[in-house]
């Protein structure tokens, strides 16, 4: 055969985008059936989190599309019906944002374009923004299956939408109603519950009085927002404070206003908190609210849309922002003499989490779906086992928050979205609710009807993803082999927005969970453990790390570091870990192919395995059984270290330089076998590796001689019991300890390769690793860099050796003709000064009881690892020193 050459350099970019338009152009990622029924009837499934339309992937989308890639090709590779299925998101408050804000740019407003000319603009924002997003994907190596690609506003989902909507109104499970909403004055929209970030931000809590009506007293109050006392219908006291008993029932005149307003006993008020006297704002706060609905309270809303102050408000203070009143409102208090105190305050603040304004609760006409029965049908798929987290931990936040679940606000102020399936005729006042548009009313049959002007929440399209990307609701080929699915990768930050409603609409719609497992990934965080942001500058871009490392470097570093339920902590040069192990295997295969020159293939079965081709099969057995049990398990990071383990180490390092004795031998038979069982383990290395390291596999795949087709559909290494064999990996470890410990002398007396040095090992009687010690002398020889090696039982002469111990045997290197000795004391001594100071320094840290108690478990736990790894430095300093005296 001839030699087979790979560039001396590992260039991912001259073949990756190369690999990937293989795979797509032959259809590699759709599902594909191997004729076992038994795998064929068990198809594994992944619908990706749709990635916002208008968004680009960042590095924690990086990770998530990372470990989902592993599992479809993993699973694919086993034979099963593989889909992994893309889209995105058409992000209503998001793109609609994006929109605006370029037409601004140009002086526009929407308002001045009209809603039809506004959704065509951001169709084509759409278009764009996806092809980018698009390109991204393929260029981290994502194996989706493009031709079943979905978004949440095509022809398809919008069917499913609607269905939904008017399926829950029929089953009276979505009303309308006025009620508070989180109201963003900036998207001029209500927000649900879950889309309001709150912060705890520097205020100001004011103190003043609401005077008795009869003259007979006054009552004090206290709150961060007194701009809001224009709103109030109520003072409320709780009916068992002995301080306000006699005042229930009673009026107060409500400064600046004119207005009188009832003091009312209420449970819910605190006795202990503040002043134990409350003022209710029903149309302002959620739990006045409720005490309004309790004691028929006027609910006043005393906002514009805006956000800035309406006409039920004294006219000196109509249209002000809440900030600039409050400041006013303070001012007039203290001159009308009702004024006591203000005084610093820390209070939490809701925020829009797209635009950062303050949300205002405002009262609002708005649609909700009623949640209650729902959620407990996604607690019971929990408490059945038909839903499973992992970590497991994560389970606590999904029970306590459909536990506690509120009605879903659903309804949108805007324009990009699916438009609320509702008709309102202007004539007889009908309402219809429908799947189909109508043209005329049902009631009257008047023609002049019009459609609701609100969309829907983003995320009741996305609730409905698992399934109605499969077809539902008609029943399809898709939706019947692929549903359910079988796992999702997702961040906790979306449990409450995404996951639990998945959950509670394919429960409540086709009558089981979405998907068996839920893998919460953990954030992508910098070397400080801060979350990456644009602020702090510590973003890392996915694209730009495939670019100066390559899309295999990027995916084998995050799954080597994704440790189920941490945290990952990366900046740029931590992706070097991946690149040094795919240059490792571009390298090592390099090396095999160029050794292919000269040599002929013979028949595997042929070929009778000596010990060492029966330790790498069976160290490739563990590896593929690491894998299987890692992947089932998601942890990911063990799997990563299963199948870096094995080609680092038991491949290179082992196996290869084992090789070589015989690559190189001049009988032709014995390099023939050797090239022929290197190439085989090769192969089956690719398989092995290809999940976690996908373009260079193939790339390296589709040149072995003895390959075709693709690597990704080749099946994946299974673990075998003809290939297990313990006893020779013990044997053989007991080589690799004894070469290993040789090494290490030569390392720290800097011994130099070239330098051969006389060694001698001297076995403990019944040693069970003497056939291996004899089997294995060349190598031994070989990797210790020996002048000659002695292996037997009696103790030899030790003078100018220095003794390393094994497990049932004891080496001995002589040194002292190949080093400086007086150079070495010297070096030697110095270090054991300055690992001694260290010592003493950690010591005395460990033993500073305020260090004890003030650092962290982990800081302590450090220290004392590093406190031990002084100790035993210092021993083995102490024994060098010994060993070269005699």
């Known amino acids: 055969m001839e030699a087979v050459e790979l560039s001396r350099v ?287 309270l006027e609910k006043i809303n005393i906002l514009n849309p805006d956000g800035t102050l309406n006409h039920k408000v004294p006219e000196k203070y109509r249209g002000m922002e809440p900030a600039k009143a409050r400041k006013l409102v303070v001012e007039d208090l203290k001159e009308t003499g009702v004024f006591i105190k203000e005084e610093e305050h820390n209070h939490q603040v809701g925020h829009c989490y797209r635009c950062n304004t303050v949300i205002e609760p405002y009262m609002s006409e708005q649609w909700f779906v009623s949640m209650k029965g729902m959620a407990d049908k996604a607690l019971k798929a929990l408490e059945d086992d038909d839903i499973r987290f992992y970590p497991r931990k994560w389970e606590n936040t999904y029970k306590h928050w459909l536990t506690g679940i509120r009605d879903w606000c659903i309804s949108r102020q805007l324009w990009w979205g699916h438009r609320i399936p509702v008709w309102y005729c202007e004539e007889c006042g009908e309402m219809m609710v429908s799947r189909e548009d109508p043209d005329a009313c049902s009631s009257c049959g008047s023609k002049n009807i019009r459609q609701d002007e609100d969309v829907l929440d983003t995320w009741f399209s996305s609730w409905l993803w698992p399934f109605s990307t499969l077809g539902w609701p008609d029943k399809t080929p898709d939706l019947d082999k692929f549903f359910p699915t079988s796992t999702l990768v997702t961040g906790y930050d979306i449990i409450f927005f995404w996951v639990a409603r998945m959950i509670m609409a394919s429960e409540e719609f086709l009558g089981q969970a979405p998907f068996r497992d839920i893998y919460i990934t953990g954030l992508v965080r910098d070397k400080k453990g801060r979350k990456m942001s644009k602020s702090l500058g510590n973003g890392l871009d996915p694209l730009e790390i495939v670019e100066e490392y390559g899309a295999d470097s990027m995916k084998f570093t995050l799954v080597y570091l994704a440790a189920q339920g941490q945290d990952i902590l990366i900046d740029n040069d931590s992706f070097k870990l991946g690149s040094k192990f795919a240059n490792k295997v571009w390298n090592a295969t390099r090396f095999i192919l160029m050794n292919l020159d000269g040599k002929s293939f013979i028949s595997e079965e042929s070929i009778k395995h000596n010990t060492i081709d029966k330790w790498v099969y069976s160290r490739l057995n563990n590896a593929a059984g690491a894998v299987k049990r890692a992947i089932e398990g998601y942890r990911f990071n063990d799997a990563a270290q299963a199948v870096y383990d094995f080609f680092w180490n038991d491949l290179c390092d082992w196996y290869l330089e084992a090789s070589k004795l015989d690559l190189y031998s001049k009988d032709q038979d014995r390099a023939d076998r050797a090239i022929t069982l290197l190439i085989g383990v090769l192969e089956e290395s690719m398989r092995l590796l290809h999940p976690f390291l996908s373009f260079i596999t193939e790339e390296i795949y589709q040149k072995l001689p003895n390959t075709s087709g693709a690597i990704i559909q080749a099946p994946y290494p299974v673990e075998r019991d003809d290939r297990k064999n313990t006893e020779i990996e013990e044997g053989f470890a007991l080589v690799q300890s004894l070469i290993k410990s040789i090494r290490t002398l030569r390392s720290e007396f800097t011994i130099p390769p070239d330098k051969k040095i006389p060694v001698t090992v001297v076995m403990e009687d019944n040693f069970k690793g003497a056939a291996f010690f004899e089997e294995f002398y060349d190598l031994i020889k070989t990797l210790t860099g020996a002048s000659e090696c002695k292996i037997g039982y009696e103790k030899p002469e030790i003078e100018g050796s220095i003794p390393a111990a094994g497990s049932g045997f004891e080496a001995f290197a002589y040194i002292r003709d190949v080093v400086d000795l007086p150079r070495e004391i010297e070096k030697l001594n110095k270090e054991l000064i300055k690992v001694t100071k260290l010592y003493g320094t950690t010591e005395k840290k460990l033993n500073n009881s305020k260090f004890l108690s003030n650092a962290p478990a982990d800081v302590v736990e450090k220290e004392k690892g590093k406190l031990a790894e002084f100790g035993e430095r210092i021993g083995k300093i102490k024994k060098y020193l010994n060993d070269l005296a005699k």
């Open 10 to 296: 590992f260039n991912p970019a001259d073949f990756e985008d190369r690999i990937y338009k293989y795979w797509m152009d032959n259809d590699l990622f759709s599902p594909k059936e191997s004729g076992d029924p038994e795998k064929d009837t068990n198809p594994f499934t992944i619908v990706i989190p749709p990635p916002n339309v208008t968004g680009v992937l960042h590095m924690g989308h990086g990770l998530n599309n990372t470990l989902q890639d592993i599992l479809i090709r993993y699973y694919r590779m086993t034979g099963r019906p593989t889909l992994w299925l893309p889209g995105t998101d058409h992000a209503g408050i998001a793109t609609q944002n994006i929109v605006e804000k370029k037409l601004r740019a140009k002086g526009i407003e929407r308002t001045e374009i009209g809603r039809e000319k506004f959704v065509e603009e951001t169709w084509k924002v759409k278009k764009e923004h996806h092809a980018v997003i698009t390109r991204q994907l393929q260029k981290i190596g994502a194996s989706v299956d493009w031709k079943r690609e979905r978004f949440t506003l095509d022809e398809g989902l919008s069917k499913a939408v609607r269905e939904v909507f008017v399926a829950l109104y029929e089953k009276k499970l979505i009303y309308k109603g006025n009620y508070l909403v989180n109201w963003c004055s900036s998207c001029g929209t209500a927000l649900a519950d879950d889309e309001v970030d709150h912060k705890e931000l520097p205020g100001r809590l004011y103190h003043y009085y609401y005077p008795l009506s009869d003259g007979s007293g006054k009552i004090e109050i206290a709150t961060t927002r007194p701009e809001t006392m224009f709103g109030d219908s109520a003072v409320a006291v709780h009916p068992d404070d002995d301080r306000y008993k006699h005042l229930v029932g009673k009026e107060v005149d409500l400064p600046l206003t004119g207005r009188k307003i009832k003091i009312v006993a209420d449970s819910y008020v605190s006795m202990e908190f503040g002043t134990g006297a409350v003022k209710i704002t029903p149309g302002h706060d959620p739990n006045d609210w409720e005490i309004g609905e309790r004691h028929n």
